[in-house]
């Protein structure tokens, strides 16, 4: 064949290709490559451009995620206006174009400084306009070139060019490596389904060992960066190396692919054939009259369903997804979701209800048993009791009465609220014990999530029923004691609220159908008596609290930790580290000492921790066989504790021997605590800086303090300009710790004017009230734990509101026989209670001679 006639069928191949299959193109490339050189044209690149007339500037069509090589053919589409006015130019000449590849694909339109240095001067052999105004070239690569200085970039770029040629290696190491790369090309095409036979014959009879790198590398899928440098390189035994790499990590990539495919193709076909032995199975059984085993599935949940004694509406959702159960194969996804949905429905106690035990004086010695004082608690159970024991008698008469709209209530809804160690949670666990139900208790401190309460929908993947349903099934009755503990720390997130949830499973009116998102049919809650608890009521949302009946417990006085330790807390610490009772005694006297100076708590936590040290002390010594005290004193305390942790009321009163100093009481949700207002002077003009991490609200307070105290100052003897010659500074310590609160006004008051006036606050005195700038000192809450914490403290004088004089009806009495109570209604009284009175001056008067 000749070389015009040759050229001429190429041209017609081409045509039919472009214009029937695009696609099809780059499958016959190689096939095209090999036919770009006639059978009797035997010429290579240098004798191509030797041909030809190469300009001095070159036009350059940057190239975008794609590099062209030399001695190879490839299609490309052109859009960019500049790119098509570059196209029409060419063709008109010599049909020579630098093409270079973007170090920025991202880029339409990349400059000079965006593109590679090394590129191939390619000539147009092919070309096509499409009807979306592109052009689709068909281009052959012809020889390396370096990319000089850039002499135009309108209407596209022009540079200057440098021919690059390779580096002409040969030898048995060249030879091996090319051979390497068409070996591992041939295994990576074979493993590909869609790679044409003639393709893979083609790359294997190459010879040449530049053209055998760059007919494969334009085959094969590779980073950019990667391709560029094969182009880039100038030694052919580097650029083999580099193209073997990377074919070498492609094959381990394909190879890893199909196994994985032929591992799941494996599973796949497994679970097929189990189902079709299954059905075989079923077929059999049917002809010898045997049940299968899905059959007998079916019917033992039927069975249970029926036992189970289901509302009428769960009763018919679980039978209709017992008869979708049975129509499914077992091989089926959706037979293991619908089978744990129906296990949860028949073990959840629907009519299982444990019967109460009504016996009043039963219940009150068992709570007396279990928890000393506490009596609000222990009296609201027992009428509780009482008021179940007179309806179970008279229901056949209170039946005639029933209201159509108002459903009877039949459970409780209680909220225990006071500070940590008060034995919010073991009392529950009394309540059930004295009830005669089953207790169980969850904790929804950090519960951020909606689906914890109501759980999630059975669309997703391991739904499960939320911790309510979860607990009644563990508990397997329906009318438990349900402790929901720290509902005061529930968060919420994108995730849903929480506590919005809580709202139906704790409203008396709605919780008798409570629908779960995984069951989505009604549960009756109405028998079940819940106990929330909580450190502190401001952080549990208005709705909710709204819900629940409110007991609050507070601090134990010294007298009952005393009572508790000797009946419970020694005991079972003795218990826990394996002692005898004749092997250790608490006397009152170590007791006491332990209470004043090693916890100083609401609650007895930290005052059974030190009970146990000293047990573990004692067992230690007992361990070791040495000789030792049982008798626990004052003495042995502080052997065994080392030295006290907390000031005794001496040291105390030490801090208000000084003018500026006054003992305020505060409220915290651990219970009551004293705070040490202290104010100091200096020379300055108007400046007033507190600190001690105060918070808004008290900030407040001392600034209407201030004001107050200006305002009066003549009323109060100090001089009317005082404030223009100095500055005042209020702090309170403990700075680690928040505080805020209106409550330390008064406080914050009598410190300043025992500053100004130089007089001493009276040892053992305490305070706490809001003051108003008009003088008036107004009401302040949680005034018992803030006493409790001053008789902890050893103040003995209490300044308060006179508002709350009623409240001082719930301290007990022995705290009431050891302390004075002075009720106030204006800061003068504040005053004259807290503060020495004032020294009399000694007036001198001179003689005249």
Not at 17 to 42: G, H, Q, R
Not at 671 to 699: C, P
Request: some cysteine; hydrophobic content about 40%; charged content about 30%.
């Amino acid at each position: 064949m000749s070389a015009s006639r040759w050229h001429s069928n190429l041209a017609e191949w081409l045509d039919w290709i472009w214009e029937n299959d695009a696609s099809l193109m780059e499958y016959l490339l190689p096939s095209l490559l090999s036919d770009l050189k006639a059978p009797d044209a035997d010429s290579d690149a240098d004798s191509i451009l030797g041909d030809l007339d190469l300009p001095e500037n070159l036009p350059i069509l940057p190239l975008r995620g794609l590099v062209v090589y030399p001695q190879t053919a490839v299609p490309l589409t052109v859009g960019q206006p500049r790119s098509v006015r570059l196209v029409d130019d060419i063709l008109s000449g010599d049909k020579l174009v630098g093409l270079v590849a973007s170090r920025k694909p991202e880029l339409d339109e990349p400059g000079p400084e965006d593109l590679y240095t090394v590129g191939t001067i390619a000539t147009v052999h092919r070309l096509l306009r499409a009807p979306d105004g592109t052009i689709r070239l068909l281009v052959q690569g012809i020889q390396r070139f370096r990319l000089g200085d850039v002499v135009e970039t309108e209407p596209y770029l022009k540079a200057k060019f440098e021919l690059a040629p390779e580096i002409e290696e040969s030898g048995l190491q060249v030879d091996a490596l090319a051979r390497n790369a068409r070996d591992q090309f041939t295994q990576i095409a074979e493993m590909i389904p869609s790679f044409p036979e003639e393709l893979i014959s083609s790359i294997g009879a190459l010879i040449d060992p530049l053209e055998t790198v760059y007919t494969i590398a334009n085959f094969q899928r590779m980073e950019l960066d990667d391709a560029q440098e094969i182009l880039e390189i100038d030694s052919i035994e580097a650029k083999l190396r580099k193209l073997v790499g990377i074919l070498v990590r492609e094959n381990q990539v394909l190879q890893l692919g199909q196994k994985i495919q032929n591992e799941a193709r494996g599973e796949i076909e497994k679970v097929q054939r189990e189902y079709f032995l299954r059905e075989q199975m079923k077929a059999i059984q049917k002809e010898l009259g045997e049940r299968d085993e899905q059959a007998a599935e079916a019917e033992e949940f039927r069975q249970k369903i029926e036992a189970a004694h289901m509302p009428a509406e769960a009763e018919e959702q679980a039978l209709h997804e017992l008869d979708r159960m049975s129509r499914l194969p077992t091989a089926v996804a959706e037979y293991g979701v619908i089978r744990t949905y129906l296990d949860w429905l028949v073990s959840l106690p629907w009519s299982k209800s444990t019967e109460d035990n009504l016996d009043i004086s039963h219940a009150r010695d068992v709570l007396n048993k279990d928890h000393y004082g506490l009596e609000d608690v222990k009296e609201r159970i027992l009428e509780f009791l009482a008021i179940r024991g007179l309806r179970l008698k008279r229901q056949d008469q209170l039946a005639k009465n029933k209201d159509s709209i108002r459903r009877e209530r039949e459970g409780v809804i209680l909220c225990f609220v006071g500070p940590p160690g008060v034995g919010k949670t073991s009392l529950g666990r009394s309540i059930a014990h004295a009830m005669g139900r089953e207790f169980i208790r969850i904790s929804l401190g950090g519960v951020r999530d909606e689906a914890e309460i109501r759980g999630h929908r059975r669309t997703y993947i391991g739904a499960l029923p939320g911790r309510i349903l979860q607990a009644l099934r563990r508990a397997e009755t329906k009318n438990p004691v349900f402790m929901l503990d720290e509902i005061d720390k529930l968060s919420d997130s994108f995730q849903g609220n929480p506590a919005s949830a809580l709202l139906e499973v704790l409203d008396p009116e709605q919780n008798s159908e409570f629908r779960d998102h995984y069951l989505e049919v009604a549960f009756d809650l109405s028998q079940v008596m819940f106990i929330t608890t909580a450190n502190t009521l401001s952080t549990i949302p208005g709705p909710l609290l709204d819900r629940m009946e409110v007991i609050s417990l507070s601090g134990y006085t010294e007298q009952e930790k005393i009572q508790i330790a000797k009946g419970y807390l020694i005991p079972r610490q003795i218990l826990e580290n394996s002692l005898f009772k004749n092997e250790i005694r608490f006397t009152v006297a170590s007791l006491r000492k332990i209470i004043n100076e090693y916890t100083r708590e609401a609650g007895v936590r930290n005052l059974e921790r030190q009970i146990g040290s000293v047990c573990r002390k004692v067992g230690t010594l007992i361990a070791e066989e040495k000789e030792y005290d049982p008798k626990i004193t004052p003495a042995a305390v502080e052997e065994y504790l080392d030295a006290p942790i907390y000031l005794d009321a001496e040291d105390l009163r030490k801090r208000v021997s000084q003018p500026g100093v006054a003992a305020g009481l505060a409220w915290t949700s651990y219970g009551g605590n004293v705070l040490f207002i202290e104010a100091t002077k200096m020379a300055g003009s108007k400046g007033f800086q507190m600190t001690g991490s105060l918070g808004n609200v008290m900030q407040e307070s001392a600034r209407a303090a201030l004001s107050y105290v200006r305002a009066h100052a003549e009323e109060l003897g100090i001089e009317p300009n005082f404030y223009d010659k100095m500055d005042i500074h209020l702090h309170v310590p403990a700075g680690a710790q928040p505080k805020d609160g209106p409550s330390a006004g008064v406080t914050i008051a009598t410190s300043l004017v025992s500053l100004l006036t130089g007089r001493k606050v009276k040892k053992e005195v305490g305070m706490t009230g809001e003051i108003s700038l008009r003088g008036r000192v107004l009401p302040i809450g949680g005034l018992k734990e803030k006493v409790l914490a001053a008789h902890r403290f050893g103040l003995r004088t209490i300044v308060l509101p006179k508002r709350n004089e009623v409240d001082l009806d719930d301290i007990p009495d022995e705290v009431k026989k050891v302390m004075t109570f002075v009720p106030v209604e204006t800061i003068d009284e504040v005053l004259s209670a807290s503060l020495e009175a004032p020294r009399k001056t000694r007036r001198t008067t001179k003689k005249s001679e």
